[in-house]
């Protein structure tokens, strides 16, 4: 491994140096949001945004998605009790169950999951990924259930681009994707797919076996202009994971060496996921439209660790009347989703119907935004013996307003009232049904400044959000027979987020993405514990990631990163009394990039300085995370 790293570190050196001179010209301006229902861009945007273009993430060289959200966003993703495919993710101090606060789409299709299982980013290969677009605390009126930390919008290419790319690392690690597209007056068609494998890290037996795994990738889209009014549209894609992630470790262990195998053994899950959509658009004139879109996604889940097999069906269908002109933009929608997961004894539904209506209007230098949504939410449970039922009605509302300064400079201020209604694993503990339990609602008050002028892009907002029915486990601590998925009766959350991006010359930039966060449990009483005034497991206060960049002429591009979070008290601490919290994470990044018009080579070194990660559960339950340093060397042809 060390001659490998070696190896990167000479090939970085040797891109820095070639053609020093003739750095090319780098220039800032706002972006546009298109993924939300009315669009805009950035600076008059009502909602704090982040926005991360096709260049963003090339430059990244990261080997999935979860990978460029942690390092390069305001996003925090962990490796769910360390399976490095299905990731957690956090944002705004919602901690271990961050992740269910948060709604994902890849080009509108929403991918969270109807029970506990994050949403499979694994799934989407980086290389046919267009852009990212973060909505924080806001979302709710067309995202719906969840978005109550915001929305994470993942918009794939439509372009004539056709690309080849290769790397192999450290570990066995060897990767090939491929995108290639085309474009037309009437026709647009695009295809991408992605194949990785890795040798693994850590040991998980005495006979030298590792944690290795794979996964495979691909996608198809199709959209046909029929008419000038009419454009018809179909993709599907498919996701293949097999992965085999070690146990948890004890602090003793963990701090001697982390690459070990855990006394609890291994697990080994596969993962297969397939989806279908089609959608159609009819353009009344120029400024009425209608749209409609269909989904259905089938998964299938192997435990083969324990011989745990379920079956996931979900339907989803999503149709809007969108009305726009230069001052005013109106859309009208229904939603509905019909989620299955069929197990071996029991089959376990949720259900969601919805319609909403989203206004933005625009008068001289002020932008005003104005939804509602409404949601049932059904659920069912049936097996041989018993048939459950309970169904919730939710309202979401959003309210924002943006003030244009100047050109490059404006505030907003916006509220959002969200709600998260539960996942299916949530009814039951340890196979118990532990009884219905009530959504999570949140009212969230934020406010912002923007400036964006050709050589600095600075933002920064903060936020306050109060919480009823957060939903949390429940683990008494004198034994598991009283654990239950349960709700804080209030909480509440408060933070800042700073992010700038300053060209300081023609060769050096600098990027840095700030967050201070608090969640306090302000009142929640369950058995002998009482939690008020206590933390949030798993939140650091802290959360900061820097880049340098460095153009020393047209071709070449290096890249330092810097990543920290502060320590947290452990995912099962609420009682914060633990005498082993969650350790600061640490971790420093380099990549270089050589690229001339059809061609690059590229190098990265993750975790430099070989810094120990971990999540930590409990007392010595600490799964290992980017805990050595690791390399990859690779290439892309473009043509």
């Known amino acids: 491994m060390q001659k490998n790293i070696k190896l990167s570190l000479i090939l970085v050196a040797c891109l820095s140096s070639l053609h020093a001179d003739d750095a090319k010209k780098v220039v800032l301006e706002p972006l546009s949001i298109t993924s939300t229902a009315i669009k805009t861009d950035e600076l008059r945007s009502t909602d704090a945004v982040e926005i991360y273009t096709q260049e963003d993430i090339e430059k990244a060289h990261v080997q999935n998605m979860y990978e460029f959200l942690n390092s390069q966003t305001s996003i925090v993703a962990t490796p769910s009790y360390g399976n490095p495919f299905n990731q957690k993710l956090d944002m705004r101090g919602f901690g271990n169950d961050g992740y269910q606060n948060i709604v994902v ?35 709710i009126v067309v995202g719906g259930d969840g978005a109550n930390a915001g929305v994470i919008n993942i918009i794939t290419k439509q372009s004539n681009d056709k690309e080849i790319s290769f790397y192999m690392g450290t570990y066995g690690v060897a990767d090939a994707s491929f995108y290639m597209g085309h474009q037309g ?12 494998k890795s040798s693994g890290i850590r040991d998980i037996d005495t006979a030298g076996n590792k ?8 996608s198809f889209n199709l959209s046909y202009l029929a008419t000038d009014a009419l454009e018809l549209s179909f993709g599907a894609s498919f996701a293949r994971t097999d992965v085999i992630y070690g146990g948890s470790l004890t602090k003793d262990e963990y701090e001697d060496n982390p690459m070990q195998k855990s006394s609890g053994g291994a697990s080994h899950q596969q993962y297969d996921n397939d989806v279908l959509n089609a959608g159609v658009k009819y353009y009344i004139n120029d400024n009425l439209s209608i749209n409609a879109n269909i989904n259905q996604e089938k998964k299938k889940s192997n435990f083969v660790t324990w011989s745990s097999v379920s079956n996931y069906d979900y339907k989803s269908l999503s149709a809007s009347i969108d009305y726009a002109t230069d001052s005013l933009s109106v859309k009208v929608g229904i939603d509905g989703f019909d989620g299955d997961r069929i197990g071996s004894s029991a089959t376990t539904s949720k259900n969601n119907k919805a319609a909403y209506i989203m206004t933005n209007y625009k008068l001289d230098k002020s932008s005003f935004k104005a ?85 600095n892009k600075f933002k920064i907002s903060a936020y306050y959000a109060t919480l009823k029915n957060e939903i949390y486990y429940y683990k008494d601590p004198a034994g598991i027979s009283s654990a239950k998925n349960t709700n804080i009766d209030k909480s509440y959350k ?35 514990d009482d939690y008020s005034g206590n933390k949030l497991p798993g939140v650091s206060d802290h959360n900061a990631k820097a880049t340098l960049g460095y153009t020393p002429n047209k071709f070449s591009t290096i890249a330092l990163t810097q990543i920290y979070r502060s320590e947290a008290y452990a995912a099962n601490d609420f009682n914060n009394n633990l005498s082993q919290k969650q350790g600061a994470y640490m971790t420093t990044d380099i990549s270089a990039t050589y690229a001339k018009k059809t ?41």
Not at 382 to 388: E, G, H, Y
Not at 625 to 631: M, S
């Open 105 to 139: 789409t890849i080009n509108g299709r929403k991918m969270n999951n109807v029970d506990m299982v994050p949403a499979m980013l694994s799934s989407i290969s980086p290389s046919s990924v267009s852009r990212i677009e973060i909505i924080k605390s806001s979302g």
């Open 185 to 196: 007056e009437k026709l647009s068609i695009s295809a991408s797919g992605e194949a990785q």
């Open 494 to 528: 408060y933070g800042i987020d700073l992010y700038d991006k300053y060209i300081i010359s023609p060769e050096f930039s600098l990027a840095l993405n700030y967050n201070y966060v608090q969640a306090i449990i302000d009142k929640e009483k369950e058995g002998s």
């Open 599 to 639: 061609w690059e080579v590229f190098a990265k070194i993750n975790n430099l300085f070989n810094q120990k990660n971990g999540l930590w559960i409990k007392d010595d339950a600490i799964y290992p995370v980017n805990f050595t340093t690791t390399a990859i060397a690779g290439f892309k042809l473009k043509y």
């Open 371 to 455: 939804g509602y949504r409404f949601e049932n939410v059904a659920y069912v449970y049936d097996n041989a013996t018993t048939n459950l039922k309970q169904d919730n009605n939710l309202y979401g509302a959003e309210l924002g307003y943006n003030y244009l300064i100047n050109k490059q400079s404006s505030i907003f201020t916006n509220y959002s009232h969200s709600f998260q209604a539960p996942d299916i694993d949530r009814f039951f503990s340890s196979g118990v049904f532990n009884g219905f339990i009530d959504p999570a609602k949140v009212d969230t008050f934020s406010l912002g400044y923007n400036n964006i002028s050709k050589n």
């Open 211 to 218: 944690d290795e795994n794979k996964f495979s990738t691909g």
